[in-house]
């Protein structure tokens, strides 16, 4: 299997985030690529690869034409203001404020966004940009008929929906190469997000189409972040309902309550017909996990990747959460490897 990669990610690092209360260090950082990109090359997996430049037209497809151009110019207006400091959002329109899209940046970055887990620095959209350049790479190898590509993006994409970010998510990379594979050729595609929280980006994007099938196992929305999304009774919506399959699971959920859900998705997406599948490849359901509470353990990562091989469908991975530093790279190539063990 190959592994797309760039170095760019290196130029997003944003400073600090809150986390229950406080103010922390970011769980999202660079070493995270790092040591997944050092567990591709140790353990063999295949050749790694730098990305395509593939444009803005197959991000502008999924996402909001004037959300792409903001945070593409975000930082320039922030620098001339004088700041050189992290940009980040402070105000977002609660119920029956008028949401219009404020002048400034300061009003954008809450228009714009749904959390203040977005931190962006000078690099960040540039690392952002090349990110879902790697998975548009990566899906660009399922079209020409591999059976499988791994995309190792940073940051994640999952939480962006189509005009806005949050949860270290700016663009949605899994979305974009799933729109990419259906602009190819695909008729039906279906993701499978096992990140440890909803993918509540990539059900925003979808939640209207049956041509995606969208399904998501996660810590329960009661209790987790984000919140607000990821409840099992968001079926999708207009023609899209029907397409949208949420497991949400209890805090202490390990290996045998997970797989239990896995296996549900696996049935449903085996009825649904895809031409090719899409992994939203998280890794903080792990045990030590430290913004996380399932309770998965590494050799569980094999067992995940052999049975999403079952499918028999062509599989595209991309990297989402995973803050377990020490072993994402370990628990993350274990699903890699369990997968290409079965073909
Ligand atoms: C991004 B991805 C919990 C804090 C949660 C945001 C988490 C974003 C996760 N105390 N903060 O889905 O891994
Ligand atoms: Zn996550």
Not at 187 to 196: E, M, N, Q, S, T
């Amino acid at each position: 299997m190959q592994t797309f990669y760039s170095d760019d990610h290196r130029l997003h690092h944003g400073q600090a985030e809150l986390n229950n209360g406080q103010l922390m260090p970011c769980f999202e950082k660079p070493s995270r690529a790092d040591m997944v990109l050092e567990r591709v090359r140790s353990t063999g997996l295949g050749p790694v690869q730098a990305p395509e430049d593939f444009g803005l037209a197959p991000i502008k497809r999924v996402h909001d034409s004037q959300f792409v151009d903001f945070l593409k110019g975000a930082w320039a207006r922030w620098a001339a203001l004088g700041r050189s400091h992290d940009m980040l959002p402070l105000a977002w329109p609660p119920r029956r404020m008028p949401a219009r899209c404020p002048e400034d940046i300061d009003g954008q970055l809450g228009y714009y966004s749904f959390d203040a887990g977005v931190p962006m620095n000078a690099g960040s959209w540039q690392a952002i940009y090349s990110s879902a350049q790697v998975a548009l790479s990566a899906q660009a190898r399922l079209a020409t008929g591999d059976q499988a590509a791994f995309a190792l993006c940073r940051p994640p994409g999952h939480h962006a929906g189509i005009d806005y970010m949050g949860g270290y998510c700016y663009l949605n990379n899994a979305a974009i190469a799933t729109q990419a594979l259906l602009d190819g050729g695909a008729r039906k595609v279906a993701i499978l997000d096992v990140d440890f929280h909803h993918g509540n980006g990539t059900q925003d994007i979808f939640y209207q189409r049956p041509d995606v099938l969208f399904l998501s196992i996660h810590g329960d929305p009661r209790h987790e972040y984000p919140c607000f999304a990821g409840y099992a009774d968001e079926r999708g919506e207009g023609a899209g309902l029907g397409y949208n399959y949420n497991y949400p699971l209890a805090a202490g959920s390990d290996w045998t309550r997970w797989s239990q859900a896995l296996a549900d998705a696996l049935r449903v997406i085996a009825g649904y017909g895809a031409d090719a599948l899409v992994v939203s490849l998280g890794v903080d359901t792990y045990k030590q996990d430290p913004i996380s509470s399932f309770k998965l353990d590494s050799p569980d990562y094999l067992r995940m990747g052999e049975q999403i091989a079952s499918l028999g469908l062509p599989s595209l991975f991309v990297m989402e959460g995973g803050y377990a530093v020490e072993e994402i790279g370990i628990n993350a190539v274990n699903v890699l490897s369990g997968f290409s063990s079965r073909r």
